[in-house]
Each structure stands twice: as C-alpha cells, then as structure tokens.
C-alpha cells in the first residue's frame, strides 16, 4: 500500500454529528490510506470469497448449462449499464467534487449537488428500466449467437427483466458509496457485499424449489435483485451517523450539476468500454457453444478474487487521496501516490496470477466439480481461467491508472485508451474464436488490457512528468523472479500431493492448500532476499495495526 506519508489526515464528522451506539461510532471512525486498504481489503476478500461460495452453490445447481449461460448474458446487460451510467460512474465523478467541497466546509452546496443528483438518478435510470423492460424480448435475443434456441432466449429476455431494476438500485447507492469516501469511510461500502452475497444464497436455496427445469435460474434472479436491495439500504444509517441527509432542494442549474456531468460523461463511456470486455466474451462464447458463456463467466469470478481483494481495494482507498492531491495541484505528491500504488498492486497480482497460471485445473476441480458441475466443464473453465490469469495484474495497473486521470479530471485520456482496448479485444476475440474457442476469447480480453496498459503509461509519464518507472520496473522484475519461484514450488508441491493423495475432495483441499502454502513461502523469502520494500511496508503497517488493536 501506499507510503505512510500519503495518507490523509483523518476527516472529522461535520459539526452536529452524535454516536449512534458503540457499533456504529466503530463503523464511522476514519484511518489512514494504509489501514483503510487493509481493513477494506479484508472485508473484500470475505465478500469474494462469499461470491464463490455462491458461485459454487450456483455452479452444483447449473453447471455449465445453457440455462446458466443465459442468465450470464441476461445479467451482463444491466450490469454494463450500471457500469456505464450507474455505481462506479457516479462515484468516480462526484467524488472529486463533493471531496473538495467537503475539504473547503462548503457543506450546503455539497448536500444539495448530492440531493439534485439522488433524484436526478431516480427520474433518469428510472425511465430506462422501465424502457428497456418492455423492450427486452426485442433487445435480449440479439445478443445471442446460433448456439441458443428459441426456448433460451425467452429465457434471457425473462430473466433480464428481472434483474434490471438493479440499475436504479446501484446508481443510487454508487451516490451513497461516494459520499461516504469523501468522508474516508470505506467500512460499510466493504461489508455490504458481504450481506449482498449472503442474501442471494439464502433466496436461491430457499426460493429454488418452487421453479422448475430451466426456470429454476429466475430464484437466481430474484436473489441478484433482493441482495441489491439490501445493499443499497445498509448506506442509510452510516449517512445519518455523519449527519449527512438528503434534501428536497433540488437545482438543477447548479453549475456544480454541469462539471460533474461533464466529468461523469467521459467516465461512463471509459469505465463501460472497460467493462465491455464481459459483454463482448458472453457474445463470442455463445458462438462458440451454449455453455461457453457460463464456463467463461466461472473462470472470471475466480479470476476476480485476487482482483476485488488487492487491487479494487488499493484504488478504492486511494482514490480519495489522489482526488486531493489533484485538486491541490500536488502533481509531485499524486505521482508519489501512483507509484506505490502500482508497486503494491503488482506485489500482489503478479504472484495471483502465477498461482492461477499453474494451477488452473486443479482450483477449478476444487471450486466447482460437484453435483452437475461436471469434468467436462472443469476443462472449460481451467482452459478460460489460464489465459485470464495473464490479464490479471494488467487489470489491476489499469485500473490505477484510470482513477489517477480521473482525480485529474481528465478522463478522457483513459476513455479514447479503453476504446482501443475494446477493439484489440474484438479484433483478437474475432480473429481467434472459431479456431481456439473459449482461449481465443480470453486472448483477446488479455491483448486488449495490455493495450491500455501501454497506453496509459505512455500517458501518465506525460501528465505526471514521469511515474517513478524505474522505481516500478525493479520491483516488477524482483517480484516476476520471485513468483517465478513461486508457480516452481506450488506445482511441484500439488503435482506429488495429487499423485500420492488421489481426487477425493480433502485429498484436494490438501494438495492445493499445501501448493499454496508453499508458494506463499517461497514468494516472501524470495521478496525478503530480494528487497523489495513494499513488502516489508505492508508488515510494518499490518503490525502497527494489530498492537494498536490489542494495547
């Protein structure tokens, strides 16, 4: 994480503001950049490894099926939608407004934008569900390819309807999460995933008897839709704790209203392209076969575990800071930022991505073969979960990167780099589907973030005057020889447990954790031989964090 010089000086709570309880007087205390990533990488990584708990369920119920592959598709239209206009969006933009308005005690102006664009969000996103519900057996069918029939694609189109609601929902609640990082809380924002994947599984079980055959996939639906519903309301307390509540003031003239839409502008069509990536693999994978999408879809949700834990933790905690920095002018203090953000990010990453690159088949066996998760699926997630692993650690810089130009308020740099990403992606995809199947796909998804990598570091060094490359790129090469060691010791490790120990599921949990373990080990005295800094900065921070916890 980031240097202890970086971090923000905590935010107090705006004058008024009264302790609910002892729970929530927890819940609202700020930290610094270093403590909050940890805290928040920690509730990330429940909450991901609550997804694949719910993956897992999800995949014994359907396994590969065209069932579950089109509720993939049916899913990923609302979630781009949200991506473009909704959550990550509204958030990336406001923040760096409401921020400074925070920081300058403009707090009447900043409740009021906050108020406008909470009914702003309410009138717009509203229209478009409503919109696209009624138009979604025309739209949904579409996006499918000549491996879906007619039965599958009523199923898309019904399933979509469910869940497009969701958009409003994580628009809105985009709006809480970026009030509540202005005031450098990111506690409630880290756990509501938690509650979220919590209460889909309890409505998928409980609600799963009473559809049949392929319509079982609608209790998934309904879960997706009661789990926002859920999340979005779990914001409210938290407001009320720094007594921030919504107004009825409404101004849409508000110039503050023009420079966050203009912000928001080229971030809803960077972070959409961005995203497009998802949309893109369900398209070319329903080409391919009627469970590509689904087994494509398996392999990310693994594949974002590393990635929701280390590298979306890193930036969401940053980006507060980065957005002050930025409106300070401190372009030395925000290339000082970027940087150990990229370090700490390809610290992590790249070791994720080696452990996944050697042991692809034997996490995906573990994961999901059970009930009608078959081998035959395990072979088509390990095939899209081994070319996912090389984007990993490119996702995870770019998506630094991205919010550095957007505390910049400069996002259209990333968004023209995000369109080239989009079209290598295609490009790849096209050229590669037919003859490699579900690995061409991925290629192209991997050939597009490398792209924008290259770009937008091209990119940074200008606007920046530099970000420390050299710096970067020694701990990139001692952490690329330390994971190199790494995949070495975890293979060797699983390959003769898994020969000697045979496939039952303990025999596997055994040979894999044991892979792991060892890898682990080898990565740090291969970091700590090495010298990497960042390394040792992490344990001082995690150890500051525990005395202070247990004095």
Not at 64 to 85: D, E, K, Y
């Amino acid at each position: 994480m980031p240097t202890q010089n970086l971090s923000p000086q905590p935010t107090a709570p705006e004058p008024g503001h009264k302790a609910q309880g002892p729970l929530l007087s927890w819940l609202v205390k700020t930290r610094g950049v270093g403590a909050n990533t940890v805290i928040f990488s920690i509730a990330t990584g429940a909450s991901r490894l609550l997804g694949l708990a719910r993956d897992i369920l999800a995949s014994s119920y359907f396994g590969t099926s065209g069932a579950f592959s089109a509720f993939t598709i049916a899913f990923s239209v609302p979630n781009l939608l949200r991506q473009l206009v909704a959550d990550q969006a509204i958030t990336s933009a406001f923040v760096p407004v409401f921020t400074q308005l925070i920081d300058e005690k403009r707090r009447a102006e900043a409740v009021r934008l906050a108020s406008t664009f909470f009914f702003l969000i309410v009138a717009v996103l509203g229209s478009i569900t409503a919109l696209f519900i009624l138009l979604a057996p025309v739209i949904m069918p579409l996006l499918t390819g000549s491996a879906f029939d007619g039965a599958l694609d009523d199923l898309v189109s019904g399933l979509s309807q469910v869940l497009f609601p969701i958009v409003v929902l994580l628009g809105l609640n985009g709006l809480c999460v970026g009030i509540l990082n202005a005031y450098d809380h990111f506690t409630i924002p880290a756990i509501t995933p938690v509650v979220w994947n919590l209460v889909i599984i309890a409505v998928l079980v409980l609600t799963r008897p009473l559809f049949s055959g392929d319509d079982e996939m609608y209790a998934y639906a309904i879960g997706v839709l009661a789990g926002t519903i859920v999340q979005f309301a779990m914001a409210f307390p938290v407001l009320r704790a720094y007594n921030f509540h919504f107004e009825f003031k409404i101004n849409l003239r508000d110039p503050l209203i023009g420079r966050v839409l203009r912000l928001m502008l080229p971030v809803t069509i960077s972070l959409g392209l961005i995203n497009f990536g998802l949309v893109i693999n369900a398209i070319f994978g329903s080409l391919v076969s009627d469970q590509a999408p689904s087994a494509i879809d398996r392999a990310f949700r693994i594949y974002m575990l590393p990635q929701g834990m280390f590298s979306v933790a890193i930036t969401t905690v940053l980006f507060p800071t980065l957005a002050r920095l930025a409106g300070r002018s401190d372009i030395d203090g925000l290339r000082r930022a970027t940087a150990g953000g990229l370090r700490q990010i390809s610290l992590l990453l790249i070791p994720s991505a080696a452990f996944t690159l050697v042991l692809a088949e034997p996490i995906t066996r573990l994961v999901f073969q059970r009930g009608a998760f078959g081998p035959e699926s395990t072979v088509l997630v390990t095939s899209a979960l081994f070319w996912f692993s090389f984007s990993l650690p490119l996702n995870g810089l770019n998506l630094l990167l991205t919010r550095t130009f957007f505390s910049l308020e400069r996002p259209w740099l990333p968004t023209a780099l995000a369109g080239a990403n989009v079209i290598a992606n295609v490009v790849v995809a096209l050229a590669l589907y037919e003859p490699f199947g579900i690995a061409g796909i991925v290629i192209g998804t991997t050939v597009g973030n490398l792209v924008m990598l290259v770009g937008q570091i091209i990119v940074a060094r200008r606007t920046l005057g530099g970000i420390e490359g050299r710096q970067v790129s020694i701990v990139v090469v001692k952490v690329l020889i330390a994971s190199a060691a790494l995949a070495g010791a975890a293979y060797g490790v699983w390959y003769l447990l898994d020969g000697a120990l045979g496939t039952s599921l303990i025999a596997q949990m055994i040979s894999v954790g044991s892979a792991v373990v060892a890898g682990v080990g080898i990565y740090a005295v291969a970091i700590h031989i090495l010298r990497v800094e960042e390394a040792h900065q992490i344990r001082e921070m995690v150890a500051r964090k525990f005395s202070r916890g247990t004095a």
